[in-house]
């Protein structure tokens, strides 16, 4: 039996040459039909090298029911995503005449985009840290120490890129930093740029499993406080509930106790009025 190659379209009939007229948007919906058929399919690729292993074309092509054509053009665009890559194919036995077929295996980052139990196994360990601490007040110290020595090390990363710049522009420098760890931070003015700044994280890779532990934000707000040498307030958490990380960094000099803390903050499509937070709530989503 034959399968028809994707992407295969129909020939053209009583079609002229010239420019085509313009046409509502209604036209972009086969384009766009077409589009996510072509990356559905293109997972379907990806996912049968997972669960079968590194597979040739010809071996994609038996199990999908496609045209081999149709499983290389998809392959070739898993490669330039990265999602796969290409390696000679073992031979057990006598090798035949001719080069070896290719088989196609995931890369780390295709494995990644398949379901994962990070965020399970990271709780499992801290709840187990709190257990053997004692549980209760013990155990939360046990996880907090432990936040605050993987934040510790983070740090460091951070540490020469911050010190490196003027103090004006150390806010900016960190959020670079956390950028490159994926954070998709950024710095800008706070509501009242004569108060300070506000240092903006997009992205929480760890966010599931903050939400259970929130002494991995206390530590991060700890750790921004001594790289900025500054007193520092988490106003708002991805982990809580809220569209964006937020820290208040006050300007030096010129804002400090309760005037610093009561800095107006625009979060989630909403604004804010927030006091001091101590170190014991800098997690946690302001009251």
């Given amino acids: 039996m034959k399968y028809a190659s994707e992407g295969q379209r129909e020939p053209a009939v009583g079609r002229t040459a010239g420019p085509v007229p313009a046409t509502s948007g209604a036209a972009e919906q086969p384009r766009q039909a077409s589009h996510d058929e072509q990356r559905g399919t293109r997972n379907r690729v990806a996912r049968s090298i997972l669960d079968h292993g590194p597979s040739t074309a010809a071996e994609l092509a038996l199990r999908l029911e496609l045209t081999q054509a149709a499983v290389r053009r998809h392959l070739d665009a ?20 001719g080069r070896p077929a290719k088989a196609f295996a995931l890369t780390d980052c295709g494995r990644d985009a398949f379901d994962q139990a990070y965020d399970q196994l990271a709780c499992d360990a801290l709840r187990w840290i709190a257990e053997s601490a004692g549980g209760g007040e013990k155990g939360e110290a046990a996880v907090a120490a432990f936040a605050r020595a993987r934040l510790a090390a983070q740090a460091e990363g951070y540490r020469e890129a911050v010190e490196s710049a003027p103090p004006e522009a150390r806010t900016q420098a960190l959020a670079k930093a956390l950028t490159a760890d994926g954070y998709a931070a950024t710095a800008r003015s706070a509501p009242n740029p004569q108060l300070g700044e506000q240092l903006c994280q997009h992205h929480c890779p760890v966010a599931h499993v903050a939400e259970r532990y929130p002494q991995l934000c206390e530590a991060e707000t700890e750790v921004f406080s001594r790289l900025l040498g500054t007193h520092v307030q988490r106003l708002a958490t991805i982990a809580h509930g809220d569209g964006v990380c937020t820290t208040f960094i006050p300007k030096a000099g010129r804002a400090s106790g309760a005037r610093a803390g009561k800095a107006a903050h625009h979060t989630g499509g909403r604004t804010t009025q927030t006091t001091t937070a101590s170190a014991s709530t800098a997690g946690r989503n302001p009251a």
């Fill in 78 to 97: 898993l490669a330039a995503e990265g999602v796969v890559e290409p390696r000679e194919k073992r031979v057990y036995g006598t090798r035949g005449r």
